[in-house]
Nanobody
Framework: QVQLVESGGGLVQAGGSLRLSCAAS????????MGWFRQAPGKEREFVAT????????YYADSVKGRFTISRDNAKNTLYLQMNSLELEDTAVYYC????????????????RGQGTQVTVSS
C-alpha cells in the first residue's frame, strides 16, 4: 500500500511562487506514474501535471504550462510541483496521485491519492 503526503501549500500573493512536495512511502516509487491534480471551491477536480515513471516525460494542463514544473526525485521518493507566477485562479486544494503503469490525465485512473494541501493565492 502506497501512502502519499503532500506539503508546501500556503498563502501567497499573486505573482509569487510555491513548491509543493509529495512524499511517498510503502511502494517502489520509481515504478509509478505520478500526477498533480487540484480542486477549487465549487469546481470539479482537474488535472494539473503528470510525470511518467520512465523516460522523464512530463505533461501539463494548458492553464499551467510555462508556469508550473513537475519533477520527481526517485532516490527520495518525492514528487514536486514548482509553481511560479501564481494567479488567483490557482487557488485550490492540490492532490498528488500515483498509478502503476503509464500516465493518465484522469484522477480516477490513479491507484493512490494523497489528502491534499491548500494553496491560496491572494491579490
Amino acid at each position: 500500500q502506497v501512502q502519499l503526503v503532500e506539503s508546501g501549500g500556503g498563502l501567497v500573493q499573486a505573482g509569487g511562487s510555491l513548491r509543493l512536495s509529495c512524499a511517498a512511502s510503502g511502494g517502489t516509487f520509481s515504478r509509478y506514474a505520478m500526477g498533480w491534480f487540484r480542486q477549487a471551491p465549487g469546481k470539479e477536480r482537474e488535472f494539473v501535471a503528470t510525470a511518467s515513471w520512465i523516460g522523464g516525460s512530463t505533461y501539463y494542463a494548458d492553464s499551467v504550462k510555462g508556469r508550473f514544473t513537475i519533477s520527481r526525485d526517485n532516490a527520495k521518493n518525492t514528487l514536486y510541483l514548482q509553481m511560479n507566477s501564481l494567479e488567483l485562479e490557482d487557488t485550490a486544494v492540490y492532490y498528488c496521485a500515483a498509478r502503476i503503469g503509464y500516465i493518465s490525465y484522469h484522477f480516477g485512473d490513479y491507484d493512490y491519492r494523497g489528502q491534499g494541501t491548500q494553496v491560496t493565492v491572494s491579490s
